[in-house]
């Protein structure tokens, strides 16, 4: 233990996720009251900043692990007047969000796929859990802060134990994993007492 003279040998105190670290989060939106029927942005949880830009000021909890009730704040892009840059990273990033919490490879463009990234409006984002990638950036005051730029998809070695499944269903098109999960396995004649789905 060090000396209560002299704190140089003493931890900071960043408190930081580290960065690249894989957590389940669960996103609450903290309403900001702007809509715009027009761009689907209904039920007031848009906000709309002094500068124009429209975001969702999102609150990402981690659910589970190591850093379980850890909280992330990270704005999700809308709209901004300096151009589409901020805007396309908040697509990409509710687009990896839906594909992660729905089970869906990015690389799958079944109907089935793309019927699970669409939503009816915003408020389908509000308590949406999915695996993320823990980022470091910073804030308004120069100080280092975790933020949330990224969702962990199926096609990830790690998804499927980071969020809970069963191996073998990850990564593997929406409709047959859909459809090898509502299934019963039944053993099969080639290995005994092993569904044929796992051989």
């Known amino acids: 233990m060090g000396s209560w003279n002299d704190f140089n040998d003493a931890q900071s105190n960043t408190?930081?996720?580290p960065k690249g670290t894989l957590a389940k989060v669960r996103l609450t939106i903290r309403p900001g009251g702007f809509d715009d029927a027009a761009q689907?942005?209904?039920?007031?949880?848009?906000?709309r900043g002094s500068t124009g830009a429209v975001y969702l000021n999102g609150e990402f909890t981690v659910t589970e692990g190591q850093y379980a009730r850890r909280k992330i704040f990270t704005l999700i892009g809308l709209?901004?007047?300096?151009?589409p840059d901020w805007a396309n990273m908040g697509r990409s990033l509710v687009?990896?969000?839906l594909n992660s919490a729905r089970g869906i490879s990015?690389?799958?463009?079944s109907p089935q796929a793309q019927s699970a990234r669409r939503i009816s409006g915003l408020k389908d984002l509000d308590g949406i859990e999915f695996l993320?990638?823990?980022d470091v950036g910073t804030d308004a005051s120069g100080d280092d802060k975790n933020e949330i730029r990224s969702a962990?998809?199926?096609d990830h070695r790690d998804y499927a134990q980071n969020m809970g499944l069963t191996p073998?269903?990850?990564?593997?098109?929406?409709a047959a994993a859909v459809q090898q999960t509502a299934a019963a396995p039944q053993p099969s004649a080639g290995v005994p007492g092993r569904p044929s789905w796992a051989q």
Do not use: E
């Open 106 to 109: 990015d690389k799958d463009q």
């Open 132 to 134: 993320a990638r823990i």
């Open 40 to 47: 689907g942005w209904t039920g007031g949880y848009a906000t």
């Open 152 to 154: 962990v998809t199926p």
């Open 15 to 17: 408190n930081l996720i």
């Open 168 to 174: 073998s269903f990850a990564g593997q098109p929406a």
């Open 79 to 83: 709209y901004s007047p300096k151009g």
């Open 95 to 97: 687009r990896g969000m």
